[in-house]
């Protein structure tokens, strides 16, 4: 699953990417080539953050979704133990030597 979206600079035009976890209200972000400081806010007027906003909160979702689902699996699927087998401890047995 991607975690990273795709931003689109204001001033530059250039496009970077950065995680979704962290495209969050109030959050903000040096652009990697003209250096501008872009600020990450639901209510901005600049139609590129928007749009990095709302796919950073889809793309969100679908990571609980597909975690939810990943872990539903698992916990309905018995674990094995797969290590080592059972054996006799070194010194536990008893050869009379005392």
Known sequence: MEDSVQIRC???KN???????????G???Q???CEIVLFFDEDAHDSNIK???????RARKE????????ARRAAGVPRQYSG???????????DGAD
Do not use: H, I, W
């Open 84 to 94: 080592r087998s059972a054996s006799n401890a070194r010194g536990t047995e008893d």
């Open 51 to 57: 749009r990095a906003m709302r796919t950073a909160r």
């Open 63 to 70: 990571l609980r979704e597909s975690e939810g689902v990943s």
């Open 27 to 29: 959050y903000s972000r």
């Open 10 to 12: 204001t001033r530059c």
């Open 31 to 33: 652009c990697p080539s």
């Open 15 to 25: 496009v970077f990417r950065d995680r979704a976890k962290r495209l969050q209200n």
